[in-house]
Nanobody, 114 residues
Framework: QVQLVESGGTLVPPGGSLRLSCVAS????????MDWYRQAPGKQRELVAT???????NYADSVKGRFTISRDNAKNMVYLQMNSLKPEDTAVYYC????????WGQGTQVTVSS
């Protein structure tokens, strides 16, 4: 099993930037694909970005060109750099390891508002 802890969420104005972080408690972090999901109030959880063990990335259409997922295997960390934030990006953001179906953390709240 793996434990994931997200951090970095806060209130940010529209057009602002934010970087979310996630630390994983596993010795072999580098071999796992990692995802960032988000869930807005009253909506289903949606996949935002994915990074494979090789560093290949994929993004939801709604965040392409604005968000960047990255990882630091030496630190067991995965990041989500979010630029040009919009009010519709407001959500709780979760990192997730698909190889461990129950690896949901507590999430971190991102609120985009003036």
């Amino acid at each position: 099993q793996v434990q994931l802890v997200e951090s970095g969420g806060t209130l940010v104005p529209p057009g602002g930037s934010l970087r979310l972080s996630c630390v994983a408690s596993t010795r072999v972090f580098s071999i796992y694909t990692m995802d960032w999901y988000r869930q807005a109030p009253g909506k289903q959880r949606e996949l935002v970005a994915t990074i494979t063990s090789y560093g290949s990335t994929n993004y939801a259409d709604s965040v392409k060109g604005r968000f960047t997922i990255s990882r630091d295997n030496a630190k067991n960390m995965v990041y989500l750099q979010m630029n040009s934030l919009k009010p519709e990006d407001t959500a709780v953001y979760y990192c997730y390891a698909p190889s461990f179906p129950t690896s949901w953390g507590q999430g971190t709240q991102v609120t985009v508002s003036s």
